[in-house]
């Protein structure tokens, strides 16, 4: 486990077996100063530095992060877990994670963010770099719960080789604004990857997060899975893209977005893209916008339930698909997050 407070690294542990195995956990200062020509070999190939502002502001200040690597053929079965929180307000957190997945090793990452209130605003600018490599699986899981003062702006991307799989888990509850699309790039045949997104948005929240797959080799799959939910003021949007090169024959690609709207005054958007450049492919989009009916909270209430507690539960079956997804401990905190939202108290 490791943590962070603003930009500087207070706690990381590791397990003396897996250490014995020749996995590597720490934080980015320490890997620059003990693997250095691990993290030369790979810092900035997947996110160089000119390849969005926010990236490059992050490459120019970036402070703190995670170094995980994981040798060949290396299992790691307990989630290796982050913490960072902004304790100060007016300071930005520009972390820099990196993840090496050697050929047939698997690693699952879980990351949680939090903040306390502040009348003024902080900026979260982070980058991720993963590298999957032949044969090997890597999971990313992220609870991101900003306090609602927080810009949170980030750039998270993998690069998936031979009949490897990425799959990203991203739950977005916080920030004032939050802008993330995790991508997988598709280099070799049989490579596949997933992107399982859930985003609520309150009043005064802007969530617009979604996912991005590019195809780069042939027989490569990939699956989008978004949902949505706004309350009150609250706006969320899914954007995303799905891009196949020419000659990335055979490919297949899924994308799915519902979201839910569960007043009159909050609002949804969907900005889906797709950039097809071979014919033989195989590639479906769906997506849904709906209420909560009036039917529904009836019949919940009158078997005892509050309003708040009926919607919390309907919300809660809507995510049912992510939720599924996490570690136990993550996905009941998630489910008593919205509950609390329901509440309309403060998480």
Known sequence: MGAQYESEVVYHSLREELKRLGVIFCDMDTAVREYPDLVKQYFGTIVPP???KFAALNSAVWSGGSFVYVPEGVRVEVPLQAY??????????????????????????VEG???????????????????????ARCRY??????????????????????????????????SKVTMKYPAVWL???GARGEVLSVAFAGDGQHQDAGGKMVHVAPYTS???????????????????????HRGAHHVRA??????????????????PYMEIEEEQVSIGHEATVSKVAEEQLFYLQSRGLTEAEAMSMIVNGFIEPITKELPLEYAVELNRLIALEMEGSVG
Request: glycine residues 6%; proline residues 2%; hydrophobic residues 40%.
């Open 50 to 52: 000119n390849d969005n």
């Open 84 to 109: 960072f929180r902004i304790n100060a307000e007016n300071v930005g957190q520009f972390e820099r994670t990196l993840i090496i997945v050697e050929p047939g090793a698997y690693v699952h990452y």
């Open 113 to 135: 963010c939090t903040a306390p209130i502040y009348s003024a605003a902080s900026l979260h600018s982070a980058v991720v770099e993963i590298i999957v490599k032949e044969g």
């Open 141 to 174: 899981t992220t609870i991101q719960n900003w306090s609602k003062n927080v810009y949170n702006l980030v750039t998270k991307r993998a690069a998936a080789y031979r009949d490897a799989t990425m799959e990203w888990v991203d739950g977005n509850l916080g």
């Open 187 to 189: 280099m070799e045949p």
């Open 222 to 244: 990939s699956q989008i899975i978004s949902k949505s939910i706004s309350k009150g003021t609250g706006r969320a949007s899914y954007r995303g893209l799905v891009k196949v």
């Open 254 to 271: 899924n994308v799915v977005c519902d979201a839910l709207l569960l007043d009159e005054q909050s609002r949804t958007d969907t900005y």
